[in-house]
């Protein structure tokens, strides 16, 4: 997102979350404290049937079998939450997708209302 100060220069505002939420948890059915966390894709497995599939077509003489996808339409991706329930007898983990945007900060600073711009 792009906004103007007043002497009319971009700068860019990012997304500011802070990293606990005090949110309803299904498992404890009332409202708890949760740790936020960003959603971070694990690592793929050398075991999937689609990857020893496609290591099997690509071993040997032949080249590059399989189309490499080269149109990327989206500059950003959609930014989702990891919330994990504190009751330590509870430990209950849910996302939450939240919009798409550039910066996304976790535990940021607060902005104050009427303070001066600082580059």
Known sequence: MQRYCNDNVPYYCPVNVPKTRR??????????????TQYKKGKDSLYAQGKRRYDRKQSGYGGQTKPIFR?????????VLRLECVEPNCRAKRMVPIKRCKHFELGGDKKRKGQVIQF
Do not use: E, S
């Open 23 to 36: 949110t309803y948890c299904k498992k404890c059915k009332r409202h708890q404290l949760h740790k936020v």
């Open 71 to 79: 149109k990327k339409a989206k500059t950003t991706k959609k930014i």
